[in-house]
């Protein structure tokens, strides 16, 4: 009888601990489905061709959003031109060549560090630094620069996990075969990593897609059409924060923040799309 | 009895302050298979990566003593030459992420070779020789980690012939393989003998019986003893070796 008891208790338990987790899950999936499914039912209906192509008037209460989505991708494609290598590079340093050390140990909590900054600060610093210092002026490459340094930290960390789980009999199989470190890290280690690295790149991405402080201190606000990174430019998020902010118009806040939750997922998409063909393609 | 292809003298091996490998001395001869064997933490597998220098890769190891390879040092070889000299199958099979052809090519490739129809023939000479073509050439641009284990392994050893190597280190490598792979690679193992001096690590007596020339025995980081297999196997001269053959521990 008292087997028979044991065993009923437990598999209450397992039950209860199997209907919290799904609970859980699925409050989180509605609570994704209720924003973004109310800014589409709010916004969708102010978007057309126009609104996409046209520029803003009256400071965004009419027109459209073109110059906007110009500059968010100038920034995001400009940040990530800059951050990518740089990221990259410093996690292989990391992971492969890097001696357990009290400097290495410094470098990590410096970059763990700096991930866990507020944007503000970044966003202060630029302003500071690139935009009067370097005197580069509110631009695209200030802004582009200002948040390359924020999205670093995420980049180092997360290129280095993905370099740090490829097998370690992988790194054999080529030193073994006469591969120089290079090589191996080159031909074996990152090609493996790659859709890690991904993965930290395309998180940057949606934390530069989604700043508005940092931008909006030096990047500037100006709704033209930056016809050169010198120039300043305004990104969809603070296009939308000034809209908002500002009362200029709800629709097209609710408009401009439809744009950007598309462009976030089309950059992922186009993304993950480019480096399957690239690297995963080949390799089959 | 052939011509001595690796002098080992005096070599002891510590990891940190642990004495891993104690004055091990051995001549190991050219195209014949040497075993190793031992129970588990003898240092045979150990010993086995002194030979390409893989223990370089591992901190605070500290190795003391003379290994030559054909006559010369090899600590006074360039590492990369040594290690396309000394080619290495590893325990669990490990073939990298790609095709079976970028695979075979990898090695040559890293070494200079460009020409691709000088590697199509590298890849078609090594695989032949590690009994897999007829199983793959029909799909030499899929992925070799869809290949079963045995098949992997061979592959591997492929991989590694491919280099044009002198030495084959074989680090227990049909021990995750079931009794069919297995048996294919030991009688890969009479056929590569004829071109290489092969050295294998193994746990399996039957195995160390079946396909090597001489044998050596391991225990606790020393060589209790190291003479032709039939005689470690039917003379042993140490009561240990016995112990150790005859399945009395282990």
Known sequence: MNDIKIITSSRIKERVAFFLLWIFSIFTAIILVLIVSDIIIKGAPHISLDFLLEEPRKMGKEGGVFSVIVSTIYIVVLSIIFAAPIGVAASVYLAEYAKESTMLNIIRFGTEALAGIPSIIYGLFGYSFFVFFLDLKYSILSGALTLTLMILPTIIKTSEEAIKAVPKSYREGSLALGATKLQTIRKIIIPDAIPGILTGLILGIGRVVGESAAVLYTAGSSLGIPDSIFRPGRTLSVHLYTLASEGISIENTYATAVILIALVFIINFSANTLINRIFIARRR | ?250
């Open chain 2, 1 to 250: 009895m052939g011509s001595v292809k690796i002098r080992v003298k005096d070599t002891n091996l510590y990891y940190g302050n642990h004495h891993a490998l104690k004055n091990i001395n051995m001549d190991i001869y050219d195209k014949s298979v040497t075993a190793l064997i031992g129970p588990s933490g003898c240092g045979k597998s150990t010993f086995l990566r002194c030979l390409n220098r893989m223990n370089d890769l591992i901190p605070n190891v500290r190795i003391d003593g003379e290994i030559q390879i054909a006559g010369n040092d090899i600590n006074k070889y360039d590492v990369i030459l040594l290690r396309k000299k000394v080619g290495m199958v590893f325990q669990k099979p490990n073939p990298f992420p790609m095709s079976i052809y970028e695979n075979i090519a990898y090695g040559p490739r890293i070494h200079g070779t460009k020409n691709r129809s000088k590697l199509d023939n590298i890849v078609e000479k090594s695989l032949r020789e590690a009994a897999l073509w007829d199983e793959v050439k029909d799909r030499l641009k899929s992925n070799a980690m869809g290949l079963s284990g045995g098949q992997q392994q061979r592959l591997c050893i492929a991989r590694t012939i491919a280099v044009e190597p002198e030495i084959l280190l074989m680090d227990e490598p049909t021990s995750a393989l079931d009794p069919a792979s297995t048996m294919k690679i030991e009688d890969l193992m009479e056929n590569l003998k004829k071109q290489y001096t092969v050295i294998i690590v193994t746990h399996n007596m039957q195995q160390a019986g079946r396909i090597s020339d001489y044998a050596a025995f391991f225990l606790n980081g020393e060589i209790i003893e190291y003479d032709k297999t039939e005689k470690i196997f039917y003379k042993p001269m140490d009561k240990r070796t016995e112990d150790y053959i005859t399945g009395r521990f282990g």
